[in-house]
């Protein structure tokens, strides 16, 4: 998995202008609670450790407790390799290894991402040909993978079994350290030039390779286009000015040996960075990494290092293309510019957490400077792609601008960003704001995910791989603390933005523009690449390629030794649920579910309320009415006082469409709103009240606040095709079988993403207003609604009492509505689909109507879905025919197949039709059945977090019972019920299915008049 670098808002910048939450490395939130009085014993040995102390071979430097996370930090170094090491402490089940090298590539070949692909294909102790994808379905880990980041490669895993922990070690080490690095792995992972028709040397010769197919993906998304020339242009004097994933005209100019090469100089222990987290001994974890992987190695003199990038003395400007957006509101308006400056290095922690806290000031939420500049105008549909801060190089950086503008306005944004720049120097930010974001910082210290671990060295890891201390980054409160006491100075915030920004001579001015000619232009160029190379091939060369593409295929037919590989067993898996403890009541006359749990002093609240009574024609606006109704102001309060308040008051506020297909009836579904939040315990009525205000008086006629939301809306959506293209697929294939996901597609799917172009082109937006008007009308009053809290035992009677009052005070609300919904008049049909998207790959899919969860063939599909991805289409589609990814699903009443970035389209659909063959005839063996319900149960058991306890019955109305059968009957499934649901569901020519292909314009489909063909 290539990982883009750039300043994309989930990566250590903010994550979005309206979400009012900051992501960077120094927020982490918690996982699982703990008495600070009492530390449990795994705290209690990592605090007997001491610096300097020898232990197995490595010298401990530091040591450092960190209370407000409840782990203490162990820092080593390995004494043979120098290899550096970060233990984390955490009395916390859910174990993660990772282990990283710093990789520099110097060239757009992207040789460090397929590296990582290649690692993973065998390796001495593993030689088998594809260890990691199998390792996936032999293992109940919850995360496998691996990604390359501009400037490192790393290789996490994390799970709750120790015994599996222990055999993902030994894969990964072998792997990332002696890896076999074929040269047929190479040409199926990274690129060749292969026969269209690998058994006709005659047919034309073309590229092939999964990278080269994940990039050709990956660089048609505008945004990440955007962000990766954005980064280059920036920082164009070391690795930074190359694409660390690979240009896909340049990857065909790697070659075999330069692989190897670079494995050689980049992938030793002297240039690695382990880090182990949980409840796991860490002399246990050092033991294990010492003698599956250092053991072997001595010290070497690694020259990684990359040096800060040469200020310039004066501003640069660069100008690129885009493909045009045919779901861009305004054909007109297609721009896309920005400022950017370069920053100090990301090794200073208090300066990294500031620079995140000026960050968020300038451009989160309606409250920021450059939101109200920028975005409430209405000049562009949203912020530029990467604008915030971003960590992620040697050097940070800033960003800021907008997309969706005019191209004759550039100069006129480069004029706002100046100006308001010198405002904020001129009167600096309101103390209120800069609270809020503390606040902020609070919360997430006890806001508890499932996976803090794996986020933990996701966020230090940038940092580190240059030379920082990553235990300086744990101390959140002694950074807060210094920020709060730098602020007392005056003008510390204002001088530092004089400084960073109007001062600052190495900016950026960058701007994108739509060619009509791009994807031509492209095509064209690789055309020309691919000419130039066959033109010099021989007579040799030729029966040499027609050869290894034979032999590549037969390699792939092959069925694969894996009896080298551990493995668990179906006995490792405990045959009981973990039952979760819901008392259902009534409350002021609505239904509510109170869950008890460890929740680190927080509350957490979830409604949800029928939309029963909203008209069919009207629905389609329900998705803006969700995205606008905490955003618009309620009461007294304007939406700036309000998104205020919500930061100040809460974890915020998150209000979506809910639509779940019912556990035993195939027609029926619920339909509703659900509302989530949540705070501190002591800001439960606060939080309470801001939920009344907008349920009781939400301001929904402020037509130019709209206009703004709705430009934001309408620009998201259409950007996230090419990215989730595989989803979109998917539920446009599956609308056809059942009522909930239709309207499931008319809710989130390429139907709401057309609908809100069409909203965002409307001159006069007084009709949607009083459409939001008649949907508020139904959902916020005259509406049944249900609710649910989880909070300690100890907030438990304050915090009822609070929601009793909440509940009481609401507009009145209907138990007469039903809380499911039957279509009987829904008619299942049959549907082929195609949808044009400015992409060079397809995302292709099929579904296929199936069974509720509570079916007795439910658990038999799902097993079999995970033998299909695993055994079947993950050969077919990803080894064979080079796209990114494959796999098949079931639920929501629908069994569905896709591809992502693949290059091919009908041939992928026909792959569908044989894996059904394949099941049917019983094609595998119990080994596969063993590892198809280790893969399951992975999912089934993968690790809740307090706050989602119990919401599995909240939502979705499946109780604990119903998850035991589950269970129980997955334990159950064998060789002939897979094989007898694969006849009667996946190749019976009877059962209702469809498909859908996302992807660049295709004439055989044009002009085959069985397909419904769409254009954005």
């Known amino acids: 998995m290539w990982r883009c670098q750039r300043r994309l808002f989930a990566i250590n910048g903010l994550r979005r202008h309206g979400d009012s939450m900051i992501r960077s490395r120094y927020f982490s939130t918690n996982n699982k609670l703990h008495n600070q009085e009492t530390k449990s014993n795994v705290l209690q040995r990592a605090h007997e450790f001491k610096s300097g102390q020898q232990l197995l071979g490595y010298t401990i430097e530091k040591v450092v407790p960190v209370p407000e996370l409840y782990l203490v930090s162990v820092k080593l170094r390995h004494n043979k390799t120098g290899a550096e090491h970060l233990h984390i402490a955490r009395d916390d089940p859910n174990n993660v290894f990772s282990v990283g090298f710093r990789t520099t590539p110097m060239d757009n070949t992207g040789v460090s991402h397929i590296l990582e692909h290649t690692t993973l294909c065998g390796s001495e102790k593993f030689p088998c040909r594809d260890p990691f994808f199998s390792m996936l379905t032999r293992s109940l880990s919850t995360f496998m993978n691996a990604w390359t980041a501009s400037d490192y490669t790393m290789y996490p895993f994390s799970s709750q079994n120790p015994k599996d922990f222990k055999n993902l070690l030994s894969v990964y080490l072998d792997a990332v350290f002696f890896p076999r690095l074929a040269e047929l792995d190479f040409w199926q992972e990274g690129w060749r030039l292969e026969h269209e028709d690998v058994n006709d040397p005659q047919s034309p010769l073309t590229f092939k390779g999964v990278v080269f197919n994940e990039m050709k993906g990956a660089m048609s998304n505008p945004e990440m286009l955007y962000a990766r020339n954005l980064q280059s242009s920036l920082l164009p004097h070391h690795t930074y000015g190359f694409n660390s994933g690979g240009e896909p005209i340049n990857i065909p100019d790697l070659t075999w040996d330069h692989l190897k090469q670079f494995h050689a100089s980049h992938y030793h222990p002297s240039n690695s960075r382990f880090y182990t987290y949980g409840d796991i001994p860490l002399e246990n974890q050092l033991e294990a990494i010492e003698e599956l992987g250092l053991s072997r190695f001595d010290q070497l003199q690694v020259d990684t290092e990359i040096p800060q990038e040469p200020r310039w003395k004066d501003p640069r400007t660069v100008s690129i293309t885009c493909a045009p957006d045919p779901l861009a509101p305004d054909p007109e308006k297609q721009t896309t510019t920005s400022v950017s400056y370069l920053l100090d290095g990301n090794v200073d922690a208090f300066e990294g957490l500031t620079n995140s806290i000026v960050s968020s000031l300038l451009v989160d939420g309606p409250t920021s400077p ?105 101390q959140i409160n002694r950074n807060v603390d210094r920020f709060t006491e730098s602020i007392k100075s005056e003008r510390f915030l204002q001088g530092k933005v004089a400084k960073d920004f109007q001062e600052n001579t190495h900016r950026l001015y960058m701007t994108m523009n739509p060619d009509e000619k791009y994807e031509e232009n492209l095509s064209q160029d690789e055309a020309r690449k691919l000419g130039n190379m066959t033109s010099k091939l021989s007579n040799e060369d030729k029966a040499m390629i027609a050869d290894k593409g034979l032999e590549l295929a037969s390699r792939q037919n092959a069925v694969q030794d894996t009896s080298c590989l551990p493995s668990l067993n179906i006995s490792d898996i405990d045959p009981k649920i973990k039952p979760v403890t819901v008392d259902d009541v009534m409350l002021g006359g609505v239904p509510v ?68 297909s019912h556990h035993t009836e195939p027609s029926t579904y619920n339909q509703g709103v659900l509302f989530s939040s949540y705070c501190l315990d002591e800001n439960l009525p606060r939080m309470f009240n801001i939920w009344l205000e907008i349920f009781t008086s939400p301001t929904l006629s402020n037509t130019e606040r709209l206009r703004t939301l709705v430009n934001g809306l309408a620009s998201d959506l259409a950007m996230s095709i090419v990215d989730s293209g595989h989803s979109y697929a998917v ?156 796999g098949a699903k079931i639920g929501g009443n629908v069994f569905s197949f896709f591809s992502y970035r693949d290059p091919n389209s009908f041939e992928t659909l026909d792959v569908f039709d044989r894996s059904a063959s394949w099941a049917s005839s019983g094609k595998f063996t119990d080994q596969d059945i063993v590892e198809a319900k280790l893969s399951v149960f992975s999912q089934v058991d993968s690790p809740v977090p307090p706050p989602s306890k119990g ?66």
């Open 370 to 474: 450059f939101y109200q500049a920028l975005i409430e105008p209405n000049i562009g549909s949203d912020y530029s792609p990467a604008t915030g801060f971003d960590s992620s190089t040697r050097d940070s950086s800033f960003s800021v601008g907008l997309q969706g503008i005019h191209k004759d306005r550039v100069e006129e944004v480069w004029n706002i960003v100046e100006q308001t720049f010198k405002n904020v120097v001129e009167t600096g930010f309101e103390e209120e704001r800069i609270d809020a974001i503390l606040h902020r910082i609070q919360l997430s210290q006890k806001h508890q995910s499932s996976n803090f671990g794996l986020n933990l060295i996701a966020n230090l890891m940038s940092s580190w791989n240059h030379g920082g201390d990553p235990t300086e980054f744990l």
């Open 593 to 660: 579910y109170y869950c008890v749990q460890p929740t680190n002093g927080l509350s957490y609240f979830n409604g949800i309320s029928s939309i029963t009574l909203v008209a069919d024609e009207v629905k389609p606006y329900l998705p803006l009415f969700c995205h606008v109704i905490t955003k618009m102001g309620a009461g007294n309060m304007d939406h700036r006082h309000m998104a205020q308040l919500i930061k100040r008051r809460t974890g915020g506020l998150s209000v979506s469409p809910h639509i779940v």
């Open 731 to 886: 539920g446009l294939a599956s609308s056809s079988l059942t009522p909930a996901s239709r309207l499931n597609e008319i809710l989130g799917g390429l139907n709401q993403v057309e609908f809100m172009k069409n909203v965002a082109e409307l001159d006069d937006l007084e009709d949607v207003t009083n459409k939001m008007i008649k949907i508020a009308a139904h959902v916020l009053e005259n509406t049944a609604f249900r609710c649910s809290l989880t909070m300690t035992e100890e907030a438990a009677d304050e915090a009822t009492d609070s929601l009793e009052g909440f509940l009481e005070d609401l507009p009145g609300t209907r138990a007469d509505l039903p809380a499911e919904v039957d279509d009987p008049n829904f008619m299942p049909h049959q549907v082929k689909s195609f949808f044009e998207i400015p992409s060079p790959v397809n995302f292709v899919a099929k579904a296929i109507r199936a069974v509720p969860f509570c079916h007795e063939d439910y658990p038999k599909l799902q097993i079999l879905s995970r033998l299909l991805s695993s055994k079947f289409l993950h050969r077919e589609i990803r080894e064979k025919g080079g796209a990114y990814g494959s």
């Open 951 to 1016: 919401m599995t019955l909240f939502k979705h109305g499946i109780t604990d019972e119903m998850r035991q059968i589950h269970r129980d009957r997955l334990f159950a499934v064998g060789r002939d019920d897979l094989v007898d649901v694969a006849s009667r569901y996946l190749s019976d020519s009877e059962r209702m299915s469809s498909v859908a292909i996302l992807g660049p314009r295709n004439e055989k489909l044009t002009e085959d008049t069985s397909w419904t063909i769409l254009k954005g």
